[in-house]
């Protein structure tokens, strides 16, 4: 059975930080990106980052600067470390693998929340 563990969410004040990470179990034999996703209250599901199994990144335009994914394939964990927290961060985190090769789907976590307060 696949799981994803994601942790590290919390309130804090703008320009503080916070570091999300999520840990998958069960999967394996298959290669795959590791993303996050989040949704604010009021608004749909939006893409904040992956980073694929030889480290290649991408970020939302409105993160770039300020997170930063990272990866570590032995653990089967991908961090989000998050600086300069704006309130507009405020959302609920998921993280998700996206199935690249091999006999595997995509799965999601069940989210992580996020509070940045002025």
């Known amino acids: 059975q696949v799981q994803l563990e994601e942790s590290g969410g919390g309130s804090v004040q703008a320009g503080g930080s916070l570091r999300l990470s999520c840990v998958v179990s069960?999967?394996?034999?298959?290669?795959?990106?590791m993303r996050w996703y989040r949704r604010a209250p009021g608004k749909e599901r939006e893409f904040v980052s992956s980073i694929t199994v030889d480290g290649r990144v991408t970020y939302a335009d409105s993160v770039k600067g300020r997170f930063t994914i990272s990866r570590d394939n032995a653990k089967k964990m991908a961090l989000l470390r998050m600086n300069s927290l704006k309130p507009e961060d405020t959302a609920l985190y998921y993280c998700k693998v996206v199935r690249i090769w091999g006999p595997c789907a995509d799965y999601w976590g069940q989210g992580t929340q996020v509070t940045v307060s002025s």
């Open positions: 069960g999967y394996t034999n298959c290669v795959y990106d």
